[in-house]
C-alpha cells in the first residue's frame, strides 16, 4: 500500500481505504452526529477515518505518542508517511 492518493483511493485506513466521496461523507456524517449531541456515533465514526499524518505527528509532538494511542485513532497515513516505527521516535 502507497500512501499515494489516486482517483479510486483519497485516503488509507486501517479497515478499508477511502475514496474522496466516502470520505467527506463519512466526515460529514460524524460532525453532524456530534451536533446533534450524539457523542457515541462521532466518536465511532472518528475512529473509522484515518487522522491526518501532520496532525498525527503535531497531537505526538505535544500530547505524547500514549494520547494518540489511548484516543484508539486510526494512524495508517501516518504510518505510511513516516515509517511504521515513527510513533516510537522521540520527538524533535
Request: proline fraction near 3%; charged fraction near 35%.
Given at each position: 500500500m502507497t500512501a499515494t492518493a489516486t482517483k479510486e483511493i483519497f485516503r488509507h485506513g486501517r479497515e478499508r481505504n477511502?475514496?474522496?466521496e466516502e470520505f467527506f461523507a463519512l466526515s460529514d456524517e460524524m460532525f453532524a452526529a456530534r451536533d446533534r449531541g450524539d457523542m457515541d456515533t462521532y466518536e465511532r465514526l472518528g475512529r473509522l477515518l484515518p487522522i491526518n499524518p501532520e496532525v498525527a505527528k503535531i497531537f505526538k509532538d505535544v500530547y505524547g505518542k500514549?494520547?494518540?494511542l489511548d484516543a484508539g485513532?486510526?494512524?495508517t497515513e501516518a504510518d505510511l508517511l513516516y515509517g511504521e516505527g515513527w510513533i516510537d521516535e522521540?520527538?524533535?
Amino acid at each position: 500500500m502507497t500512501a499515494t492518493a489516486t482517483k479510486e483511493i483519497f485516503r488509507h485506513g486501517r479497515e478499508r481505504n477511502f475514496t474522496k466521496e466516502e470520505f467527506f461523507a463519512l466526515s460529514d456524517e460524524m460532525f453532524a452526529a456530534r451536533d446533534r449531541g450524539d457523542m457515541d456515533t462521532y466518536e465511532r465514526l472518528g475512529r473509522l477515518l484515518p487522522i491526518n499524518p501532520e496532525v498525527a505527528k503535531i497531537f505526538k509532538d505535544v500530547y505524547g505518542k500514549d494520547f494518540l494511542l489511548d484516543a484508539g485513532v486510526d494512524l495508517t497515513e501516518a504510518d505510511l508517511l513516516y515509517g511504521e516505527g515513527w510513533i516510537d521516535e522521540p520527538s524533535a
